[in-house]
């Protein structure tokens, strides 16, 4: 887990993941026959089919890089520091964090992020029941004004701070979603040969987080006949909820997705990765997702299409800083799709 581990803890906001990238193509320099970066920021490597292979099919698989985060927006006249969130938070959970700027000059300068307001020693009684709106919540670095505005600029990211946990068989920390996919990517390429059938692009994707752009553009630049996203899904196995609203469930393998809200899998490949998965002894699950949606949904709409799949890691609190998966959910997920290339 040391890899994950440095994976978690490091900073990449949508549309600045170049940490995250320098990071991830040290790790895969040599297992790959090319790596280049797009214009858009996509880490794109290529594993070239075996030398005299014929009716190859490409096949993408996509790994995004970065994590919902925040922009600075503006610093006041006493230096606190308000910001646009670049994703889907859950406000409840912004209380009292620690973060990190990410400075232009590339220096990483701690704060504690809160609403504004009075504390709960003094608040009204109805106030002490409000969620704040996201407008509400501003970044103390603990510098003055002089020193904040010399350091930072509106545009800098803001990433939230925590550390990476092992709990026995379970794992928390910060952007599991989607630096477990990263961890699968790189580990899937250190286990990768030559194939007779595919040639195979693992792309490091950016700006998942709002909107699948960077999906977008490397997949239209591939063309893939087959294309799989590899991303965390909800596993809401605890208190509160419903059997069945958990979606998924943790420690019960990867999560084979049928269908989300921005994509719908092939029936012939999810039939593919079932049986493999039971030939295989892979742990597995079925996923259906009623909202939200992963880089599927733009590589299967590439130019003329692709045949699309998902497989998922279950996740316990997606988009907060505790978020959990189960270490022998990620390995299936690994062992799947190694099996699948490896046909």
């Known amino acids: 887990m040391d890899l994950l581990k440095v994976l978690s803890e490091m900073p990449g906001a949508?549309?600045?993941?170049?940490?995250?990238?320098?990071?991830?193509?040290?790790?895969?320099?040599?297992?790959?026959?090319?790596?280049?970066?797009?214009?858009?920021?996509?880490?794109?490597?290529?594993?070239?089919?075996?030398?005299?292979?014929?009716?190859?099919?490409?096949?993408?698989?996509?790994?995004?890089m970065d994590e919902i985060a925040f922009y600075v927006r503006l610093i006041d006249d006493k230096g606190f520091i308000r910001i646009h969130n670049a994703g889907g938070f859950d406000n409840r959970n912004l209380?009292?964090?620690?973060?990190?700027?990410?400075?232009?000059?590339?220096?990483?300068?701690?704060?504690?992020?809160?609403?504004?307001?009075?504390?709960?020693?003094?608040?009204?009684?109805?106030?002490?029941?409000?969620?704040?709106?996201?407008?509400?919540?501003?970044?103390?670095?603990?510098?003055?004004?002089?020193?904040?505005?010399?350091?930072?600029?509106?545009?800098?990211?803001?990433?939230?701070?925590?550390?990476?946990?092992?709990?026995?068989?379970?794992?928390?920390?910060?952007?599991?979603?989607?630096?477990?996919?990263?961890?699968?990517?790189?580990?899937?390429?250190?286990?990768?040969?030559?194939?007779?059938?595919?040639?195979v692009y693992v792309v490091f994707t950016v700006q998942e987080e709002i909107g699948l752009r960077g999906a977008i553009t490397s997949s239209y630049a591939i063309e893939p006949d087959i294309s799989i996203a590899?991303?965390?899904?909800?596993?809401?196995?605890?208190?509160?909820?419903?059997?069945?609203?958990?979606?998924?469930?943790?420690?019960?393998?990867?999560?084979?997705?049928?269908?989300?809200?921005?994509?719908?899998?092939?029936k012939g490949l999810v039939d593919t990765f079932v049986d493999l998965a039971e030939k295989e002894g892979i742990t597995h699950q079925y996923e259906v997702l009623p909202m939200g949606g992963t880089d599927a949904g733009a590589m299967q709409r590439a130019r003329a299409g692709s045949r699309s799949i998902a497989l998922s890691v279950p996740t316990r609190y997606i988009h907060t800083v505790t978020e959990m998966i189960h270490k022998g959910d990620l390995r299936a997920t690994l062992d799947l799709l190694t099996a699948y290339l490896s046909q």
């Open 230 to 266: 590899i991303d965390t899904t909800l596993a809401v196995d605890t208190p509160g909820v419903p059997g069945e609203e958990q979606i998924t469930e943790m420690g019960k393998g990867v999560a084979i997705k049928i269908l989300d809200g921005y994509a719908i899998s092939d």
């Open 14 to 64: 949508p549309g600045r993941e170049e940490l995250v990238r320098e990071f991830i193509e040290s790790k895969v320099k040599g297992l790959a026959d090319e790596i280049h970066t797009d214009a858009m920021g996509n880490l794109i490597c290529r594993k070239k089919p075996a030398e005299g292979a014929t009716d190859v099919k490409k096949v993408m698989i996509a790994c995004h």
């Open 95 to 199: 209380f009292a964090r620690r973060v990190r700027i990410q400075t232009r000059d590339g220096e990483l300068i701690e704060g504690v992020m809160n609403p504004g307001g009075r504390p709960i020693h003094i608040a009204a009684p109805e106030d002490r029941t409000k969620i704040p709106k996201m407008s509400e919540f501003f970044v103390d670095t603990g510098l003055d004004k002089e020193t904040v505005t010399t350091k930072i600029r509106p545009g800098d990211p803001v990433t939230l701070v925590q550390e990476f946990t092992e709990l026995g068989e379970m794992a928390t920390g910060k952007c599991l979603d989607n630096r477990v996919a990263c961890w699968v990517g790189v580990r899937l390429l250190e286990r990768l040969q030559a194939s007779d059938k595919y040639d």
